[in-house]
């Protein structure tokens, strides 16, 4: 167990719909990283927030926002969804934002759109 | 562009043995090598790191190489278990930019 609470496990909805993705990182983590995994591929960086603030930004669409609560829980917001977002969405923590450290995922979202 | 590449989408390797899986970058200002493992239905786990200044780092049965001129980094499990059964990721990162970029995986068959 990794610590790090994601939910819902599973989601299914339709194209066009939005949908909130929810993270809990591991207990003194203030790093919160949000992660796309499409199909046999490798993981693709969304974005990352730092005791509240954003940090860094991937290639994170327009249609998808995030945000990192006081208590440090994240969301991960996508809106207007195409069948194409279909894909595991990891959420990871760590103690700092620092380049190198390890991070701890979650079991991760697995998003399907019909 | 992929940054980082792992060329071998599996490998089967005979318990007891040398597992190796290899991964290769083209970013000479990744400061950080990280190597994970997953399980089908659960998230990534980090099994070792390194730095680049250095080109060997060891805990317990994994071993990770780093050859910074090749471009190329190596994870060494010995001996193989069946529990080691998994894809196995590199990642990269450097100090300008606290992104990871992601190998697309290794999936690693320890044969009994």
């Known amino acids: 167990d990794s610590g790090v609470t994601q939910t819902p496990k599973h989601l299914i909805t339709a194209t066009g719909q939005r949908v909130t993705l929810r993270c809990s990182p591991r207990s003194g983590d203030l790093s919160v990283y949000w992660y796309q995994q499409s199909l046999d591929q490798g993981l693709q960086f969304l974005i990352q927030y730092y005791n509240g603030e954003e940090r860094a930004k991937g290639n994170i669409l327009e249609r998808f926002s995030a945000q990192q609560f006081p208590d440090l829980h994240s969301e991960l917001n996508l809106s207007s969804l195409e069948l194409g977002d279909s894909a595991l969405y990891f959420c990871?923590?760590?103690?700092?934002?620092?380049?190198?450290?390890?991070?701890?995922f979650g079991d991760g979202t697995r998003l399907s759109i019909l | 562009d992929q940054q980082v590449k792992q060329n071998s989408p599996s490998l089967s390797v005979q318990e007891g043995r040398i597992s190796i899986l290899n991964c290769d970058y083209t970013?000479?200002?990744?400061?950080?090598f990280l190597w994970y493992k997953k399980y089908p239905a659960e998230g990534p786990t980090f099994l070792i790191s390194i730095s680049s200044i250095k080109d060997k780092n060891e805990d317990g049965r994994f071993t990770v190489f780093l050859n910074k001129s090749a471009k190329h980094l190596s994870l060494h499990i010995v001996p193989s278990q069946p529990g080691d059964s998994a894809v196995y990721f590199c990642a990269a990162s450097s100090d300008s930019n606290y992104q990871l970029i992601w190998g697309a995986g290794t999936k690693l068959i320890i044969k009994p």
């Open positions: 970013n000479s200002m990744f400061d950080y």
């Open positions: 990871a923590s760590s103690p700092t934002a620092g380049a190198g450290q390890p991070q701890h």
